[in-house]
């Protein structure tokens, strides 16, 4: 029913004739200002409905897709938003989407276990011999660890690919592309502990996040 609800929303968005509900006046506002793109909000939401029974992703590629349908679409509208028009930018925010859902997916493992829940893509733990078992246990031989480096390699290769644009990106651009420093640290603090997905610094805050943004920021960097 919220999905419908949204995707009616949209629709009604579009002839001007908006729900009362604060959030879709607000997105309303935002769509006639920046004239946003209708095809990105409704991929939103489809994309979710989609998942909205909560298994785990079948491959690493359905988790990219999910990434791109979601945080990718999100990352059009925001190029949207800052006038942006470029196809490089596109292609960066395809891969920035891409690796947002990897380390989101990998961020909230933990909590997911917590609650007996797995999503991390089945192809990847096969390939390993790891069961969704070997999780909810929380175990740490290095199969289970070989599972999260083989998919933190691949949000670290999308990554390297939205930086391979970077010349080419319009500078306007950027402070969209900004979350790449905090995809990054959370790769490193990975990495750092030999891809223990449960280790107990994962959960704790980086306090010199936001010098980071700003000095990327301020260096016109992402």
Not at 21 to 35: D, F, S, T
Not at 120 to 141: A, K, T
């Amino acid at each position: 029913m919220r999905m419908q609800f949204w995707k009616k929303a949209v629709e009604d968005m579009y002839c001007d004739n908006p729900p009362h509900q604060p959030v879709a006046i607000e997105l309303w506002k935002a769509v006639k200002k920046h004239n946003l793109t209708k095809r990105w909000l409704m991929r939103i939401i489809d994309e979710r409905e989609k998942n909205l029974d909560d298994k785990a992703y079948r491959s690493i590629q359905e988790l990219e897709d999910y990434a791109e349908n979601t945080q990718g679409s999100l990352l059009y509208l925001t190029l949207e938003v800052l006038g942006v028009k470029d196809l490089h930018a596109d292609h960066a925010a395809s891969h920035i989407g891409k690796a947002q859902g990897i380390v989101t997916c990998l961020r909230a493992t933990p909590y997911h276990s917590s609650r007996r829940q797995v999503f991390l893509p089945m192809d990847v733990c096969v390939q390993h011999g790891v069961s969704q078992e070997d999780f909810l246990r929380r175990n740490q031989d290095k199969n289970v660890r070989d599972v999260v480096y083989d998919i933190a390699s691949q949000a670290h290769l999308h990554l390297k690919h939205a930086r391979s644009f970077h010349r080419s990106v319009p500078a306007e651009a950027f402070p969209a592309f900004l979350q790449t420093v905090s995809l990054e640290d959370y790769l490193k603090k990975i990495q750092r502990v030999d891809f223990d997905i449960f280790h107990p610094s994962l959960q704790q805050k980086n306090t010199l996040l936001p010098l980071s943004l700003y000095i990327q920021s301020w260096r016109k960097r992402y």
